[in-house]
């Protein structure tokens, strides 16, 4: 599975962004997609996820209300949508997806990371 991020930039506080994150490989293997964003010096952490299957969806307590997860099943990509952008978004933002089992050779493998896009939020 290959996972490829779009999107990011640089705006300003209050602003809007939309990030994408396509799919490509064994992506009738992928059970749930996630975003998460990574400051230099922090860990990685969830912002938000959808199943693939019935779009359920979760999201971190700071983006509730302002960023919105959706997917678009036929063309295999997830997006992100980001509203009334704070400077504490700022971050690089992955894709990950998990997997229902791992595929044949992956050494047990059951998730994919993409190479991530860097949102930058300026006051």
């Known amino acids: 599975v290959t996972l490829v991020e779009a999107g990011g930039g640089l705006v300003q506080v209050g602003d809007s962004l939309r990030l994408s994150c396509e799919a490509s490989?064994?992506?009738?293997?992928?059970?749930?997609m996630g975003w998460y964003r990574q400051s230099p010096g922090s860990q990685r952490d969830l912002v938000a996820s959808i199943t693939m299957g019935g779009g359920y969806t979760n999201y971190a307590d700071s983006v509730k209300g302002r960023f919105t997860v959706s997917r678009d099943r036929d063309k295999n990509t997830m997006y992100l949508e980001m509203s009334n952008l704070k400077s504490e978004d700022t971050a690089k933002y992955y894709c990950?997806?998990?997997?229902?089992?791992?595929?044949?050779?992956?050494?047990?493998?059951?998730?994919?990371w993409g190479q991530g896009t860097q949102v930058t939020v300026s006051s």
């Open positions: 490989g064994s992506t009738a293997s992928i059970n749930v």
């Open positions: 990950r997806a998990n997997l229902l089992f791992p595929l044949p050779d992956s050494g047990g493998r059951d998730y994919y």
